[in-house]
């Protein structure tokens, strides 16, 4: 599910790697404008830096998981 103009949207609905979507635009500053207007009001700058950041947290959290299962 993305924000659409108009269409509300359910957080407890979202996936984790959407949550995790919604979590960066609003540490950049961007999530009013994606419930506003719709992730498609973002500029290729601002959904790239997004997409960035999610790789870099995904990366993160794998090797947090990874050093968890290492020390059992």
Do not use: F, H
């Not at 599910?1 to 995790?20: I, N």
């Not at 635009?25 to 790239?48: F, H, I, N, Q």
Request: cysteine-free.
């Amino acid at each position: 599910m993305t924000a659409k103009k108009g269409k509300p949207v359910k957080m407890d609905e979202l996936t984790p790697e959407e949550k995790l979507k919604y979590e960066i635009a609003d540490e950049l500053g961007l999530l009013d404008r994606v419930m506003r207007d719709g992730w498609r009001s973002l500029s290729s700058k601002e959904t790239g830096r997004i997409g960035g950041l999610m790789t870099k947290k995904k990366r993160e959290i794998q090797k947090n998981n990874k050093n968890i299962t290492n020390i059992n």
